[in-house]
C-alpha cells in the first residue's frame, strides 16, 4: 500500500512537472506561431495527463506521447507546407496583414502648414514631466501631461519667473530642466509622448544631448477602411486596394505597388509555375535520372568497399587488425562537410593533389568541376569514402554471425572460395543488410550535403535554367525555391516539396515493400 | 487502492496543475508589466537614473570589440545599458527576417547595403534621419548605397570595392591598359618567375562579382539607371555589346590559359601568400591576411579596357529595426554617438577598411586603405533591389560555362540565356 501511494506520488510530481513545461510551451507557441499548435499542445497534454492517471487506460500510456510526437513534428509540419504552398508567403510578403496596416498606420508626416518646435523638458522629483514647446517665430507654449494640447506663454509672461537668454524659465512649477545626461534616459517617455494639436498630434522626432529636443506636428500619412479593405494614402488621396498580398493602386503601367506585402492565398499559382515553366520542367527528368543512379550507386560502391574490407578484417591471417579498423573508421569519425571540402580541395584542376600526380604521370590534367561525366564520378567516389566504414562495420557484424560449419561443409564438397562466397556468403549477408541498403538508398536519395557542398550541382546544363550536371531532386529544388527573382519564396519551395512527395512516396513504399519481402525470407 | 484515495489523488493533481498555471500567468504578467509600465517615481530628491530604455545591438566578429567599447562609454555617459549580441555576419540579416516581425530583433544592426532591398521590402527597417551637417561628414557614394526610395536607411562606417593586388618583387606597377597587363602576366609566366600572372577568384557560383569590372570595362551594366540615379529592373544590360565583348575576351583568356577556373579565391589566396600568383583580383578583406603573410604587395585599380573598369561598391553601415521599441533612442545613438571621430576610429581599428566618415579617409596614411578608398569613387553601388538574387544565378552560370569551355554554347549564347532568364524571372515576379 505505502509503495503505490509513493509511486502515485512521484507520478503526480512527475506530470506536474511535464504539465508546467507543457502549458509553457502550449502559451508560447499559441501565441507566437499559430493557435492550432497551441491548442493541440494543450489537448495532447490535457490527453497525456488523463492516459497516465487512468489505470484502465495503462496501454495507452506508450502509444500517446508517440502521438503527440508524431502531431507536432510530422502532421503539423505537413499541414502547414500544405497550406503555404498555396500562398506567396516569402521575401516580400512576410509580415502579417494586421502587422502592414499597423505600420502604415503608424507611418506620420509633417503636413506643409504644420509647425516644428523645440523643447526643453522639466523633470520633479516624483519623476513626473512637464514640456516647454517653442515654434520657429519664437512662440513659446507649455504642454502639462494630463491636460490636451498645448497652452501659449505671453514672452513677458511673469508667471514663470525668471528665463534664459532664449526665454526659457530656469524652472516650471518647481520642476528643473532635464540634464544633458538624463535626456536620453527619458526617451521611451519622450517617444510615447503624445500631444493633442487638432488635426494633427505633436510628436517628439529627435532627441539629441547634442542638438536639444525637436518636436512636430504630424498626423498619419494613411488612413485604413477595413469595410473596403483600402488603404488611403491621406497627403496624396491616393486610394490602395488590397491584391495578391499588397496594397495597390492603379492598372497596368501605372499599376502601383506598396511594400512591405502581407502573405495571402494565391490559389494553385506556384503549382502551375512549376508545371508550365518550361525551364523547370525540362531539366527534370535528368536530374530525376541521376538522383536514381547518385543513390543506388553510392548504395552499391559503399558495400563493395565496405564488404571487401570486412572479409579482409576477418580473415584469420591479416595481422595488426585492431589498427587497420581504426584507421578504416575514420571517414566515418570525421564530419561530412569536412570530408567533402578537403577532397574538393584534392581534386582541384591545378593544384590538387591528385591533379599534379596525374600530371606528373601522364601529363594531363582532369578537370573534376567542369565535367559532366567526372563530376558524376568524383562525386560517386566521394560519397564511396564517405560511406563505406559504415558498410565495413555492418558487414563485419553479419560476417561473424554466419556460421562457420557451413563453410566446413562446402569446403567437404569441395567449393572453392569464390563458389563459398557466391552462395554463401553473399546470400547470408543480403538477409541482413537488405533492410540497411533499403535505408542508405532512401538517405542518399536526399544527400543534399555531398552535392551542394563538392560543386553547388555544377556544372550549369545551360545559362537559362538552375540545374546543375551533379544536381538531385533535392538540391535542384533548394535552388528553384531560393535562388529566384524574389529571394527566398517559401509558397513556392512548399509547392515543389509536394510535388517531391508525389515522387518520393511511391519509391518510399516501394521501399517499404522490399524491406518486408527480405524480412519475411529471412524469417 | 480504494475510489477515493484516488480522488484524492486527482484533486492534489488538479490543485498542482491550479497553482502552476496560474503562477505562470502572474510570472507573464508581470513581465509584460515591466515592460509597458512607466517606471515607479524616485522618491529620492536627486535623479537617480532610472532606466526606461536599453539599446541591443547585433554586430559581427569583426565589429563587436569595437562596438562593446563604444557602447561601454555610451553606457557611462548617458546611463543606458548597450547590449551587444555577435553572430555571423549573413546571419544578422536571417535571424531579422526571422525575429523581427515576432519582436525578437534587435534596435540597432550591422549591415551591408544591399540588404536594404529585401528589408525594405520586408518592413524591417525604420528610416535614419541625419542633420544636414552630420551628412556632409560622410561618402556621398556610402550615404547613396543606402538609401532607398528616397530615405536613408543605414549609417554607414566603411565602403569596399575591388583593386588588383600586385606582388611587389614580380610586378613594379600595373600597366595602364588591360591589354598591356594580360601581355604583362603572360610574360611574368613565360620567364618562369610566377606560376600565374593574373587571377580573378571563380568559385562554384561563377563569381560574378569579381568579374563585373570587365563587363563595365567594355561598356555592359547589370541594370540602367534613371534619372535619379536608382537602378530600373527592367533594363537588364547584361547581353549588350559589351557584355558579348566581355564573355569573347574572358573566352580568349581561357582559351589562352591566363584565366583558370583552378583559381578559386582560397587557392589564388594560397598562391599569392607564396608569391607564385603575380596578380590577384579582389578586395580589401584580402589585407589582413596578406600583411600577415608578408608577401610584399600593393594596391592598384583595375586597367582600363575599352571604357574604365567600374567595380561594385559595398557599404557596411548600422540600421534600424522598425519593430525596436526604442526608436528614437537608437536614432540618437547613431547621429550622436556613433557619428564621430572616435567611435569610426574604433571601427576601422577593428578592421580596417576604406572608412565612409571622411574626416577618418583623410586621416588615413595606409597606402593600401588609400588606393581602395580611391578605387570606391568610380565604382557602382551594389544594386539593392530585391531582383539581384535572380541575377547573380544565372550570371554566374553564363561565366562558368565559359571557363568550362563547354562545346555546347558559345559565349555570346550564355550571356543571352542568362540575360533572358534574368528578364524572365524578373517580369514574372513582379507582379507578386
Given at each position: ?477 533548394f535552388r528553384l525555391a531560393f535562388s529566384g527573382a524574389r529571394g527566398t519564396d517559401y509558397g513556392f519551395a512548399a509547392a515543389i516539396g509536394i510535388f517531391i512527395f508525389f515522387i518520393v512516396g511511391p519509391i518510399t513504399y516501394f521501399n517499404f515493400r522490399l524491406t518486408r519481402q527480405f524480412e519475411e525470407a529471412a524469417a | 487502492m480504494n475510489k477515493s484515495s484516488r480522488l484524492v489523488l486527482v484533486l492534489a493533481l488538479l490543485a498542482l496543475l491550479a497553482v502552476t498555471s496560474m503562477a505562470q500567468v502572474v510570472l507573464a504578467q508581470e513581465a509584460t508589466a515591466e515592460a509597458t509600465e512607466a517606471p515607479t517615481p524616485v522618491p529620492t530628491p536627486t535623479f537617480a537614473p532610472s532606466v526606461e530604455g536599453t539599446l541591443t545591438i547585433w554586430a559581427d566578429e569583426e565589429r563587436t570589440p569595437a562596438i562593446e567599447a563604444a557602447g561601454a562609454a555610451f ?358
Amino acid at each position: 500500500m505505502s509503495v503505490t501511494i509513493r509511486n502515485q506520488v512521484i507520478k503526480i510530481l512527475l506530470l506536474g512537472i511535464f504539465d508546467v513545461f507543457a502549458v509553457q510551451f502550449a502559451v508560447a507557441l499559441g501565441s507566437r506561431i499559430s493557435i492550432i499548435l497551441g491548442l493541440g499542445i494543450a489537448v495532447f497534454t490535457i490527453v497525456i495527463n488523463v492516459v497516465f492517471l487512468s489505470d484502465r487506460l495503462y496501454p495507452w500510456r506508450w502509444i500517446v506521447p508517440a502521438l503527440a510526437g508524431m502531431f507536432l513534428l510530422v502532421v503539423y509540419p505537413i499541414g502547414y507546407s500544405m497550406v503555404v504552398a498555396f500562398t506567396n508567403y516569402g521575401d516580400g510578403h512576410l509580415l502579417a496583414k494586421e502587422q502592414v496596416i499597423a505600420q502604415k498606420l503608424a507611418d506620420l508626416y509633417q503636413p506643409s502648414d504644420a509647425k516644428t518646435y523645440s523643447v526643453t523638458v522639466f523633470r520633479n522629483a516624483a519623476n513626473e514631466f512637464r514640456y516647454w514647446l517653442v515654434d520657429e517665430d519664437g512662440n513659446a507654449f507649455i504642454h502639462r501631461p494630463g491636460e490636451p494640447g498645448i497652452v501659449p506663454v505671453a514672452p513677458d509672461d511673469p508667471a514663470y519667473g525668471e528665463r534664459d537668454e532664449n526665454g526659457v524659465p530656469t524652472s516650471l512649477d518647481g520642476f528643473v530642466p532635464l540634464e544633458r545626461a538624463a535626456l536620453l534616459q527619458s526617451a521611451t517617455t519622450l517617444q510615447n509622448l503624445v500631444i493633442e494639436a487638432p488635426p494633427n498630434e505633436i510628436r517628439v522626432t529627435n532627441i539629441s544631448p547634442l542638438r536639444g529636443i525637436q518636436a512636430q506636428e504630424l498626423t498619419p500619412r494613411w488612413s485604413y477602411d477595413p469595410a473596403t479593405d483600402t488603404l488611403t494614402n491621406v497627403e496624396t488621396g491616393t486610394v490602395y486596394r488590397s491584391e495578391r498580398g499588397n496594397f495597390v493602386t492603379g492598372e497596368g503601367e501605372s499599376r502601383e505597388v506598396l511594400q512591405p506585402g502581407f502573405p495571402a492565398f494565391i490559389g494553385f499559382d506556384n503549382f502551375l509555375r512549376v508545371l508550365n515553366d518550361a525551364r523547370i520542367r525540362d531539366p527534370f527528368w535528368r536530374v530525376f535520372l541521376w538522383t536514381v543512379v547518385f543513390a543506388a550507386g553510392s548504395v552499391f560502391l559503399t558495400l563493395g568497399l565496405g564488404l571487401a574490407f570486412a572479409m579482409l578484417l576477418n580473415s584469420r591471417d591479416l595481422p595488426l587488425k585492431p589498427f587497420f579498423r581504426s584507421i578504416l573508421i575514420i571517414p566515418y569519425a570525421v564530419p561530412g562537410w569536412l570530408v567533402v571540402t578537403t577532397w574538393r580541395g584534392l581534386l582541384n584542376p591545378a593544384y590538387g593533389p591528385v591533379n599534379l600526380t596525374l600530371e606528373n604521370l601522364l601529363n594531363t590534367q582532369i578537370d573534376w568541376f567542369s565535367n559532366a561525366t567526372l563530376v558524376k564520378i568524383a562525386i560517386l567516389f566521394v560519397n564511396m569514402y564517405l560511406g563505406f566504414p559504415y558498410m565495413m562495420l555492418i558487414s563485419l557484424g553479419a560476417l561473424q554471425s554466419i556460421p562457420g560449419d557451413m563453410y566446413e561443409a562446402a569446403t567437404i564438397d569441395g567449393a572453392n572460395g569464390r563458389q563459398q562466397f557466391r552462395w554463401i556468403t553473399l546470400p547470408m549477408l543480403l538477409v541482413a543488410l537488405a533492410p540497411l541498403l533499403v535505408a542508405s538508398f532512401a538517405f542518399n536519395f536526399n544527400n543534399f550535403t555531398v552535392i551542394e557542398l563538392f560543386n553547388n550541382g555544377g556544372p550549369p546544363m545551360s545559362a537559362a535554367t538552375v540545374a546543375g550536371h551533379s544536381d538531385i531532386l533535392l538540391s535542384y529544388t533548394f535552388r528553384l525555391a531560393f535562388s529566384g527573382a524574389r529571394g527566398t519564396d517559401y509558397g513556392f519551395a512548399a509547392a515543389i516539396g509536394i510535388f517531391i512527395f508525389f515522387i518520393v512516396g511511391p519509391i518510399t513504399y516501394f521501399n517499404f515493400r522490399l524491406t518486408r519481402q527480405f524480412e519475411e525470407a529471412a524469417a | 487502492m480504494n475510489k477515493s484515495s484516488r480522488l484524492v489523488l486527482v484533486l492534489a493533481l488538479l490543485a498542482l496543475l491550479a497553482v502552476t498555471s496560474m503562477a505562470q500567468v502572474v510570472l507573464a504578467q508581470e513581465a509584460t508589466a515591466e515592460a509597458t509600465e512607466a517606471p515607479t517615481p524616485v522618491p529620492t530628491p536627486t535623479f537617480a537614473p532610472s532606466v526606461e530604455g536599453t539599446l541591443t545591438i547585433w554586430a559581427d566578429e569583426e565589429r563587436t570589440p569595437a562596438i562593446e567599447a563604444a557602447g561601454a562609454a555610451f553606457t557611462e555617459e548617458y546611463g543606458i545599458p548597450v547590449q551587444i549580441q555577435q553572430m555571423g555576419f549573413g546571419d544578422i540579416r536571417n535571424n531579422l527576417v526571422l525575429g523581427g516581425p515576432a519582436g525578437n530583433g534587435p534596435d540597432i544592426l550591422i549591415g551591408a547595403h544591399d540588404w536594404l532591398g529585401q528589408l525594405y521590402a520586408g518592413g524591417l527597417l525604420a528610416p535614419i534621419e541625419l542633420p544636414e551637417d552630420l551628412a556632409a561628414k560622410f561618402n556621398p557614394l556610402a550615404l547613396q548605397a543606402f538609401t532607398y526610395e528616397g530615405q536613408l536607411y543605414g549609417l554607414p562606417y566603411a565602403l569596399e570595392a575591388i583593386a588588383i593586388f600586385y606582388n611587389t618583387d614580380l610586378v613594379e606597377t600595373v600597366p595602364d591598359t588591360w591589354d598591356e597587363t594580360i601581355e604583362l602576366a603572360q610574360q611574368l609566366v613565360a620567364d618562369g618567375k610566377a606560376e600565374r600572372g593574373i587571377a580573378i577568384p571563380v568559385g562554384a557560383g561563377g563569381d560574378p562579382y569579381h568579374h563585373y569590372p570587365l563587363f563595365t570595362g567594355f561598356g555592359s551594366y547589370v541594370f540602367g539607371r534613371d534619372e535619379e540615379g536608382s537602378y530600373n529592373p527592367e533594363d537588364v544590360g547584361l547581353d549588350n555589346e559589351g557584355g558579348i565583348a566581355a564573355m569573347n575576351e574572358l573566352d580568349r583568356l581561357v582559351k589562352a590559359g591566363v584565366l583558370t577556373s583552378a583559381t578559386d579565391y582560397g587557392a589564388a589566396q594560397t598562391l599569392f601568400q607564396d608569391g607564385k600568383l603575380a596578380m590577384w583580383i579582389t578586395g580589401p578583406w584580402a589585407i589582413g591576411t596578406l600583411e600577415e603573410s608578408g608577401v610584399p604587395f600593393a594596391v592598384a585599380p583595375i586597367p582600363t579596357m575599352e571604357d574604365t573598369p567600374r567595380p561594385f561598391m559595398g557599404a557596411q553601415g548600422f540600421m534600424v529595426n522598425s519593430f525596436s521599441k526604442n526608436l528614437l533612442l537608437a536614432q540618437a545613438f547613431l547621429t550622436e554617438f556613433v557619428a564621430t571621430d572616435e567611435v569610426m576610429q574604433l571601427i576601422y581599428e577593428a578592421n580596417p577598411r576604406p572608412p565612409a566618415w571622411l574626416p577618418l579617409a583623410e586621416q588615413i596614411d595606409d597606402p593600401n586603405i588609400q588606393a581602395f578608398t580611391e578605387v570606391t569613387t568610380h565604382a557602382d553601388p551594389m544594386p539593392a533591389i530585391p531582383q539581384m538574387a535572380a541575377v547573380w544565378d544565372a550570371w554566374g552560370r553564363a561565366i562558368l560555362l565559359v571557363y568550362q569551355q563547354d562545346s555546347n554554347t558559345t559565349p555570346e549564347e550564355a550571356i543571352k540565356q542568362a540575360a533572358e532568364a534574368i528578364r524572365e524571372q524578373i517580369a514574372s515576379s513582379s507582379g507578386s
